[in-house]
Nanobody, 120 residues
Framework: QVQLVESGGGLVQPGGSLRLSCAAS????????MGWYRQAPGKQRELVAD???????NYADSVKGRFTISRDNAKNTMYLQMNSLKPEDTAVYYC??????????????WGQGTQVTVSS
């Protein structure tokens, strides 16, 4: 079973930076696209950035130019560098495989996430 563990969240002032990490177990990480998602209180979970197995990236308009997604396949780890943080970035951040088919086939569940709070 593949497990995903997010880390690196915290409390930061507006304009600050954080770097999130997502560690994956198993041996399918390097072959599949991954995504960073977030869920703010009272809102649905949304995709903020994704990265293909070949490292092609995409970003939601709300984070474009401020966030950078990357991956290290040798370490089975994905990162999200978040700069110029805004209060509206406050949310629990999760990582997962981009494909629902991959998640279901490998019984991948959502992890605990990591809380990011942007406040002065």
């Amino acid at each position: 079973q593949v497990q995903l563990v997010e880390s690196g969240g915290g409390l930061v002032q507006p304009g600050g930076s954080l770097r999130l990490s997502c560690a994956a177990s198993g041996n399918i990480f390097r072959f599949n696209a991954m995504g960073w998602y977030r869920q703010a209180p009272g809102k649905q979970r949304e995709l903020v950035a994704d990265i293909g197995s070949g490292s092609i990236t995409n970003y939601a308009d709300s984070v474009k130019g401020r966030f950078t997604i990357s991956r290290d396949n040798a370490k089975n780890t994905m990162y999200l560098q978040m700069n110029s943080l805004k209060p509206e970035d406050t949310a629990v951040y999760y990582c997962n495989f981009l494909s629902v088919f991959v998640r279901e086939r490998n019984n991948v569940h959502w992890g605990q996430g990591t809380q990011v709070t942007v406040s002065s």
